[in-house]
């Protein structure tokens, strides 16, 4: 038998997890139909009926899938996390070229970062090879507290969501992470008064970064940040350059000309209101469930 058959062969009595079945059941979707029935599901996506019909109905429950009668449609969950990612895309593209350049100027790691709950999350990651001491990657997360990046945007945020990563822990990392809840909301108070913050050495040893938001005169839709090994000396001096770098972005993204009153921009920029937990019961359901 040919390598190539033994894989075919291999393909077909490999069974489908239960991910890959619930990603075929949604894929169904991306046609011009925007309503399915049940038998189209099966049709489009190969699934056994039993099979689909129970991944639809788990699906709805989750509000990734509404219902309607006999139709499926993608719900507001599918939509809100497509216009999150588009958000996301549009951001990444506007920050490059000026990202690019902070590189250039500072000839240290850059980073874009966004806020995801209470955590921080790489969207991009400008650097040398020799800069694989500071542990970041593209769709890495790391807590909020304890990065500058994840300062700036937290100081420039409602103060529900500070509460709210009050309220789960600032565990420490390092010797030199804040971990009183007063000293941490000091730190973010200052970097409301500068337009930066810092971390020195409160996430990784060694590792120091100088980070400002992206905004206009509301809240912060992400940050820049620079870092690296031994940069304590040194991030005073950077800092105006990771704040006009920061200027440049929100200029690519709304254009000169915007006025920056809070409100018009901000809300062109809202992102859409997607609970973790909604993501969190679905992968859980996924790992857990035996019924399939």
Known sequence: MSAHAVEAAEAVS???????????????????????????????????????????????QLGWLEREGRDYRLGMRMLELGALASHHNRLRRAALPHLH???????????LTVLDGAEVV?????????????????????????????????AF??????????????????PRTLTRPEFFRSELRRARERGVAFDYEEAYRGVFCVAAPVRGSGRAIAAVSVGGNGLHRELE?????VVGCTR???QSMFGPGRPAARGRADEEWAEPAVPRESMDDMMAWLRSSDWM
């Open 14 to 60: 490999t069974p489908l997890s239960l991910l890959e079945k619930a990603a075929k059941a949604l894929s169904a979707f991306q046609g011009s139909r925007p309503r399915l029935t049940l038998t189209e599901v099966v049709q489009r996506s190969g699934l056994p009926r039993s099979s689909a019909h129970r991944i639809l109905d788990q699906l709805v």
């Open 101 to 111: 350049a902070l590189h250039e100027a500072t000839g240290h790691l850059v980073h």
């Open 122 to 154: 790489y969207l991009e990651r400008i650097g040398r090879s020799d800069d694989s001491g500071v542990p970041s990657r593209v769709g890495g997360r790391q807590p909020a507290y304890c990065t500058a990046a994840g300062k700036a945007i937290l």
């Open 157 to 174: 945020s409602d103060a529900a969501l500070v509460d709210e990563v009050v309220g789960q822990g600032l565990r420490p990392r390092t």
């Open 237 to 241: 001096r950077i800092a105006p350059a």
């Open 248 to 250: 440049k972005v929100w």
